[in-house]
């Protein structure tokens, strides 16, 4: 079963998880908060570290809850949610004009990317290129000086965006609940990984709660 096959047999169950993400009680800052935290940093602790920084207010602290969790970068992460504290930014749709014309602390093209689809899962516009995303379009593990060159250059980020896109609209599905799609098609292929709901980004998550969306077109 190739990532398109995976994403078309599973259409309801991703829409479902970007639905209750999208209808999560998370203001749009601790969303953004997790994409920063989650950058270079492993699922498990970047959700430890988040979920332990949401309860601080100190940046010190942040930055403490942070490094315990394992998260990279700590000192730095702690920074960069201090400001968007203070800024409180609000990503506007199309989202691909915001990424181009926006700077937000800690987030450049990718982990924005991924933070507007945390904001908007079933209407973003752009997908999170994270390196399981590259590796999947290279169809091998990218060197770091090329996922670095991706990452600082937007007409290439936006080259590699536009084959997800297409498969997303070919298989007909949101393009963030594709992007998951493929991101989970990957990890449990090559990486022998579980599929994740993301439930930590809703709270109190249940199976009452689902389905809700699956029904949306």
């Known amino acids: 079963?190739?990532?398109?096959?995976?994403?078309?047999?599973?259409?309801?169950?991703?829409?479902?998880?970007?639905?209750?993400?999208?209808?999560?009680?998370?203001?749009?800052?601790?969303r953004l908060e997790f994409a920063v935290v989650s950058a270079h940093t492993p699922m498990r602790a970047a959700v430890a570290g988040w979920r332990a920084a949401r309860m601080c207010i100190h940046m010190e602290d942040v930055a403490e809850a942070l490094y315990q969790a394992g998260v990279v970068a700590p000192y730095?992460?702690?920074?960069?949610?201090?400001?968007?504290?203070?800024e409180q930014p609000v990503p506007t749709w199309p989202y691909r004009s915001y990424r181009r014309e926006v700077k937000l602390p800690g987030l450049g093209f990718c982990k924005l990317s991924f933070g507007c689809c945390l904001v908007d899962?079933?209407?973003?516009?752009?997908?999170?290129?994270?390196?399981?995303?590259?590796?999947?379009?290279?169809?091998?593990?990218?060197?770091?000086?090329e996922v670095r060159r991706v990452y600082t250059n937007l007409f290439q980020y936006e080259t590699f965006e536009r084959v997800l896109v297409r498969e997303a609209e070919e298989v007909g599905l949101p393009y963030f609940p594709y992007q998951w799609a493929v991101w989970d098609w990957k990890r449990a292929k090559y990486d022998h990984l579980?599929?994740?709901?993301?439930?930590?980004?809703?709270?109190?998550?249940?199976?009452?709660?689902?389905?809700?969306?699956?029904?949306?077109?």
């Open 76 to 86: 730095n992460k702690a920074a960069y949610i201090d400001r968007l504290r203070e």
């Open 1 to 30: 079963m190739n990532r398109q096959e995976y994403a078309a047999h599973n259409r309801a169950k991703y829409i479902d998880w970007a639905g209750a993400v999208a209808d999560s009680p998370l203001t749009i800052v601790e």
């Open 121 to 145: 899962p079933l209407g973003s516009d752009v997908v999170c290129l994270d390196t399981h995303i590259l590796q999947v379009l290279w169809e091998r593990r990218p060197t770091a000086a």
């Open 194 to 217: 579980p599929v994740s709901n993301h439930s930590f980004l809703w709270a109190n998550p249940s199976d009452i709660q689902l389905p809700l969306f699956s029904s949306l077109d």
